[in-house]
């Protein structure tokens, strides 16, 4: 039986019509009541426009929890619009007239409305705003859009950065945005004479440790987000992941608690312990927060703020501080500035030429490879795994074995609840799959199940052997491993990064290498068949 809705079904929460000169369009990642699309609003002369659209969904193959999260928090955002007094022309799922996409939807509300001029802040997706320019010239109605100041980092300030630069650099670009902002800055030097505490954050998992976790704070659905969740399961029940635990934050007050909740328990080893993984610990020390802030409902600023307070209150030491910050500051405005500089031909890159499909077991987590079955497993239950499990276990998996940067990408698109495609991409194709040759990541990350076994628990509970390459216990990461610096020894020999990696590779004898050659083609076969 359908739910009854306890959101307004019609679609303004101002019946009567009378001119509207701007229609300000806000999309589901786009929920801050401060943006640069709210300058000039008139509520007696402009509308807000909201849609949840099918296809946002069903494009890729989303995670319940994802779907769940965007629709829950675009309902909490359209009432405290309202209870502002905006009138907001708003579209939800179960409508039986709902058509199913942004634009189908947009133009029968300009067609209805015949608004002035529609307004919105740059989408997160190149695709999205392509859609919304040619749309607004096919109604032949005006569109601005208008820069996201939730970021830092502007489109022409990253374009500064980038001038004269032969390669781009993550770490430059921090240090560029510290000096800029004045962030944990000690007059023109870094806070403790370094930039980068990177090397104090790399412990691997330490019971003691992990007996001290203080779970991060829930949100147990309120009565919209059960209702977003039972809609969820009636139109999306066969998509992936689970809706069980969903415990997101859906609201700006919810994503400042989650933040309080963070800085002050987690924060303080969330330095030391950002690369550990640990079984039936999804969260460890990191802070949950991306959602919220991709999302819009947290402001990076404010997260950046706390976490300087709690280092200059000591109530967290600099590294963690530092290292939390330096994943805001830095990655964060480093990843979108590549995002737009590169797109739409990022899409397409695939300099390692890899073809495979993606593993069934990644939509299932049915592996009998332990570290796999942890982190696919996790995902697939909270819509979460933290950036280690991303990086080193489930793309490091898809970098080794060859499957095509396309296929990662859709899967990471789809399955993690801060997904959004500014974010997600440069991360799965250029950090975690070397897909762009470089542009983000001096170097691929290939490692072998050693670099698992050392960072967390789950090797000691998996049937195959870490340090093995060959024989029947062989841990598929490892034989691949060889296989994959074999494979691309000369596209990597001009990197002076891979030339370690590559003489541990001339020193494995002619033998040996055949049999580990053949052996990942067994895998590659079994694992990814190409037809
Ligand atoms: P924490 O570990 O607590 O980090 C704090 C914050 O720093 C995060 O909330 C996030 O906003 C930011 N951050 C950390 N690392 C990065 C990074 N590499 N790039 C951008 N921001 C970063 N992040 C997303 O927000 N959305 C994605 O779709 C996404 N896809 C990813 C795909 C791959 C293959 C990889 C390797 C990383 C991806 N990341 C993505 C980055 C990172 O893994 C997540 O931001 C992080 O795991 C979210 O969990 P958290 O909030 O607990 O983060
Ligand atoms: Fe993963 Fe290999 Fe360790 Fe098993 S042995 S958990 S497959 S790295």
Redesign the pocket.
Known sequence: MRPRSRTNPSHSSDSKERPVRNLVLVLGDQLNEGSAAWEGFDKERDVAWMAEVKGEATRVWSHKSRVAIFLAAMRHFRRSLEKRGIRVEYRCLEDPSNRGGFIPELVRTVQRLKPERLIMVEPGEWQIREGFREAAADLGVGLEIRNDTHFLCSHEEFAEHARGRKQLRMEYFYREMRRRTGVLMDGDQPEGGKWNYDAENRSGPEPEAIGKLRPPRRFPPGADTREVLAQVEEFFGGHPGSLEHFDWPVTREQAEQALQDFVQNRLPSFGRYQDAMWTGEPYLYHSRLAAAMNLKLLDPRRAIEAAEDAYRSGQAPLNAAEGFIRQILGWREYVRGVYWRYMPDYLEQNVLDARLPLPDFYWTGETD????H?AIGQTLQYGYSHHIQRLM?TGLFALLLGVHPKAVHEWYLAVYVDAVEWVELPNTLGMSQFADGGIMASKPYAA??????RM?N??K??????GRAIGDDA????TLYWDFLARHADTLSSNGRMSLQLRNLKRKGTDELREIRAKAAELQERLAPSS
């Open positions: 490879l332990n570290c796999l942890q276990v072998s199940g050693r670099y698992i076994e967390s789950y090797c509970d998996c049937r195959y052997h870490p841990c598929p990461f490892t």
